[in-house]
């Protein structure tokens, strides 16, 4: 259920942030979507793409620092408090979240998908299933972006 | 109430004494300087190997014969390895940075304290110092040996003193203009941001009650001299010291501002290529190697400051006879002073590799955006070292900074950078880049 995650150690200086993204593009990587963190000194560029493994491979041949993580995609219905109603279930499962983003696309009126960055993956995989928290598969979510 | 002596502005008669005259006098404390070492074992080792003893000293220029020192001798012989005399004999411990963590320390008898306070009030008698002014001290009190070296030598003259010490300079400003001080005694870079700040609180050049300062502590140019001159209204005197020798009171200016007249019957100062050893001539920029003459805790032989200058022997309009040595136009080693701290690229490396996950690739740039000194330490990140947390970033970097503060002593500020992007020259990594302008 798990979704690879490149994190990007980018210093806070102009160019910084193109350079990766240029390096993807010569490479013919598609970016599926991507959140930048950061700091007065530095930032953190996650993002997330079909072939991670090519990914990181070019980007560290180009001299970017590349850490691999796991995310999951969660599909949150499409309406006020939906998301509300999702981190619930997180709460009482007892899921702790360190940072979410949003997936490129969403089925307006029914669903959105964000991901999220979870304490433990995979014990939190588990539990929010078992609270009915519909969680993506990697597959299905790539072939969302190709349809 | 002014003597006869400091109207001329002489605080000794040994700083007029004729050259021959003194050249005995130097021969006879040199040989008494190589008796007292042999009471080091490092000393009495170097000496045996270069076959020297105080009977074969017959001339200053026997002084040549002697084993150099060098800071890493001291470091070697850490804390107190180089001590001629016994322990309980020791009236006070000084201490400047050391190339890594540690300090290398320095240490006085009573006699050595009477010996320094005499050589501080000679420069600053020299440099204007009377017994009725009051003099601001913003050197810092410590280890370091600017405070305590000039306040007693303020109080040798018969000046009274305002231990102001460093920083908090709004009060400094305060400190000066409600009390009175006419003589400001600090590093010529703080005596700039004195200016500064004064001038930032509504005060006009020429405001403040000063009209003389004696800085030292790190080196400088003539057009700081300039500025602090013409900024805090004062006539500005250049002083040389290091505590490896004594601590200020080695050399100072007088009106005449030809050079820092050299206490040459107290020092005795060489100056040589830093690459051969051998004596550059005279006007010539070389490493200065000092001896003392008259120490007696920690005599040094041939001490290699590092300090590059060049000599000049001739005549001085205001009688002294000593040598004159010039500004300190740069260094041999890699040593860098920021805001008047020595700072060695080494203490760096050293807190670098205290935080466990920094690889040693990393670029000191130290500038002067205003009158202070700034230093930016980049250093690259590991790959192994990124995880996906802002917090560990964070903390890596929180990390680093306070191992170069607890280190250097020196607050820098530390950049992460991506790994490969500080250059490297010829395969060698650049560690420094210094845009001050010396």
Same mark, same amino acid.
């Given at each position: ?9 980018? %210093? ?13 593009? %010569? ?5 599926? !979507?991507?959140?930048?963190?950061? !700091? ?16 990181? %491979? ?10 691999? !993580? ?27 979240? %360190? ?13 959105? !998908? ?34 | ?13 040994a700083?007029?004494l004729?050259a021959d005259e003194r050249r005995v006098l130097q021969a006879r404390r040199l040989a008494e300087t ?23 000293i017959r001339s200053v220029d026997d002084v ?38 540690? #300090? ?59 231990? @102001? ?30 200016? +500064? ?65 050299v206490q040459e019957d107290h020092f005795l100062v060489e ?12 006007? +010539? ?6 001896t003392t003459l008259t120490?007696? @805790? ?16 001739? #005549? ?5 006879t000593g040598v ?50 700034? @230093? ?63």
């Open positions: 259920m798990k979704i690879r995650q490149l994190s990007l150690f980018l %210093e806070n200086r102009p160019g910084q942030l193109r350079f990766p993204c240029k390096v993807l593009g %010569e490479a013919g990587i598609d970016i599926l !979507t991507m959140s930048l963190a950061d !700091t007065a000194q530095f930032g953190i560029l996650r993002l997330v793409v079909k072939d991670w493994q090519r990914a990181k %491979e070019v980007l560290e041949a180009a001299g970017v620092v590349v850490n691999v !993580t796991e995310v999951l995609a969660v599909d949150v219905p499409d309406r006020p408090g939906g998301l509300a109603s999702v981190l619930e279930a997180f709460e009482k499962a007892g899921v702790g979240v %360190e940072y979410m983003y949003a997936w490129g696309e969403r089925e307006r009126g029914r669903h959105a !998908t964000l991901l999220f960055r979870l304490e433990d993956p995979d014990r939190a995989a588990k539990l929010l299933q078992a609270a009915g928290v519909k969680l993506v598969a990697s597959d299905e979510l790539f072939a969302r972006a190709s349809a | 109430m002014p003597t006869p002596v400091l109207e001329s502005g002489i605080f000794d008669p700083e007029i004729p190589v008796r007292r070492a042999r009471a080091v074992p490092f000393y009495r080792d170097a000496l045996g190997r270069a076959g020297v003893s105080s009977d074969t040549r014969r002697l084993p150099f020192t060098t800071k890493d001798d001291l470091r070697g012989h850490y804390p107190l390895g180089l001590l001629a005399v016994p322990r309980a004999e020791l009236a006070r411990i000084h201490g400047s940075s050391g190339t890594t963590g540690k #300090p290398t320390f320095v240490a006085y008898t009573r006699g050595d304290l009477d010996t320094w306070s005499g050589l501080v009030a000679r420069f600053l008698v020299a440099g204007g110092l009377r017994p009725d002014h009051l003099v601001h001290v913003a050197f810092g009190y410590g280890l370091f040996t600017g405070g305590f070296g000039l306040h007693y030598g303020i109080e040798r003259v018969g000046a009274a003193v305002v231990p @102001a010490a460093g920083g908090n300079t709004p009060r400094q400003v305060m400190l000066i203009r409600d009390l009175g001080a006419e003589v400001l005694i600090c590093t010529p870079s703080y005596a700039l941001h004195i200016a +500064e700040v004064a001038r930032a609180e509504g005060f006009r050049p020429g405001d403040l009650p000063l009209r003389l300062g004696h800085f030292g502590g790190e080196p400088w140019t003539e057009e700081m001299r300039v500025r602090i001159e013409r900024e805090l209204g004062i006539h500005a005197f250049n002083n040389y010291g290091l505590s490896e020798v004594i601590g200020p009171g080695v050399s100072g200016e007088c009106p005449h501002r030809t050079g820092m007249h100056c040589v290529d830093p690459d051969t050893l051998a004596h550059v001539p005279d006007g +010539e920029v070389g490493e200065l190697v000092f120490k007696q @805790a920690m005599p040094v032989l041939r001490y290699r400051t590092r300090d590059l200058a060049a000599l000049d022997r001739s #005549p001085c309009p205001c009688g002294r004159r040595m010039s500004r300190v136009v740069g260094r041999s080693d890699d040593m860098l002073i920021i805001r008047g701290v020595n700072v060695f690229p080494s203490q760096i490396e050293e807190a670098l590799l205290r935080v466990e996950g920094t690889a040693p690739h990393y670029l000191i740039e130290v500038s002067r955006p205003g009158s202070l000194d700034e @230093a930016v330490v980049k250093v690259e990140m590991r790959p192994a070292d990124f995880r996906d947390e802002m917090r560990q970033l964070q903390e890596l970097h929180d990390r680093i900074d306070r191992e170069i503060h607890a280190v250097t002593g020196v607050r820098m500020t530390v950049e992460l950078v991506a790994p490969n992007t500080l250059e490297r020259s010829a395969g060698k990594a650049q560690r420094v880049l210094d845009h001050r302008k010396r």
